[in-house]
């Protein structure tokens, strides 16, 4: 069973940046796809970045690339996503999700991602 926490959210100036954090209690956090989405107000959830488990493999939504930077520490069993250049249009909660890894060539977006974390709020005022 994975258990995820965020942490790091926060209200931010436009242009500015935050560096979300994802705790898993895992025991095997190195196997799992790990996801970050997004739901701002009034809209659906958002794909913003995923990570592979083996770590060769990444995937940012469109809205976010260039600016945001997804990355994981095993070791730690922890997943971060950098968020640089900030736009009030990246208000959000910010939500950690997991699902096992597999072999082979798959969209990461497109997981069903089984577990997922409380969500943090960020807001970017202009």
């Known amino acids: 069973h994975v258990q995820l926490v965020e942490s790091g959210g926060g209200l931010v100036q436009a242009g500015g940046s935050l560096r979300l954090s994802c705790a898993s209690s895992?025991?095997?956090?190195?196997?799992?796809?790990m996801g970050w989405f997004r739901q701002a107000p009034g809209k659906e959830r958002e794909f913003a970045a995923a990570?592979?488990?083996?770590?060769?493999?990444?995937d940012y939504g469109d809205p976010v690339k260039g600016r945001f930077t997804i990355s994981r520490d095993n070791a730690k069993n922890t997943v971060y996503l950098q968020m640089n250049s900030l736009k009030p249009e990246d208000t959000a909660v910010y939500y950690c999700?997991?699902?096992?890894?597999?072999?082979?060539?798959?969209?990461?977006?497109?997981?069903?991602?089984?577990?997922w974390g409380q969500g943090t709020q960020d807001t970017v005022s202009s």
């Open positions: 999700a997991a699902v096992l890894g597999s072999i082979g060539i798959y969209a990461l977006r497109s997981r069903k991602y089984d577990y």
């Open positions: 990570i592979r488990w083996s770590g060769g493999v990444i």
């Open positions: 895992g025991r095997t956090f190195s196997n799992y796809d």
